[in-house]
């Protein structure tokens, strides 16, 4: 067998996920097995001699609305994630928090930035106003439309939707 033809069955083994490819022909018997460990990763034996390590919980998926934040929202407005992924209340992880419990902030202010597929996206406020309240801490995940922090509007600001 001819290294070419070696190698369309290793990419075809690959492409369809398979494992372990026996190839016979009257002169020879090839045979193909593929590991399905990811490269470094621990040999199975090693592996099942390890101790158990105690099963992480994982934060539920919810569907939040106002209601779900509870009573305390009543005249304020939330600031959303359009996005799935990590929200940093710094302009890069790990950096100081842009905004605070009782930092002023006017349309356009960034006010933390969510981390979706190693790109940093921009949180920002369309409303002039008060933080009075932030939901999620620094690092941890959200979902798409969850709400981050909760703004008191200034009354008669430019801006301000109620």
Do not use: W
């Not at 996920?17 to 990763?41: D, H, K, N």
């Not at 690092?139 to 109620?162: F, H, N, S």
Request: charge should be negative; aromatic fraction near 4%.
């Amino acid at each position: 067998m001819n290294l070419d033809k070696l190698r369309e069955y290793v990419a075809l083994a690959a492409e369809l996920g398979i494992v372990e490819l026996t190839v016979e022909t009257e002169e020879e018997l090839v045979r193909f097995r593929r590991s399905t460990q990811a490269r470094g990763s621990v040999p199975e034996q090693e592996e099942a001699e390890a101790p158990q390590a105690e099963p992480t919980l994982l934060k539920p998926v919810v569907d939040l609305t106002t209601e779900d934040i509870g009573p305390s929202t009543e005249g304020l407005e939330l600031v959303c994630s359009e996005y799935v992924g990590f929200f940093h209340r710094g302009a890069t992880p790990g950096s100081a928090p842009l905004v605070q419990v009782g930092t002023r902030v006017k349309p356009g202010d960034v006010v933390g930035t969510v981390e979706a597929l190693r790109v940093l996206n921009e949180v920002t406020v369309e409303v002039a106003g008060i933080v009075k309240e932030v939901y999620v801490a620094d690092g941890e995940a959200v979902e798409y439309q969850e709400p981050l922090m909760a703004i008191e509007p200034e009354r008669g600001a430019e801006g301000t939707t109620r």
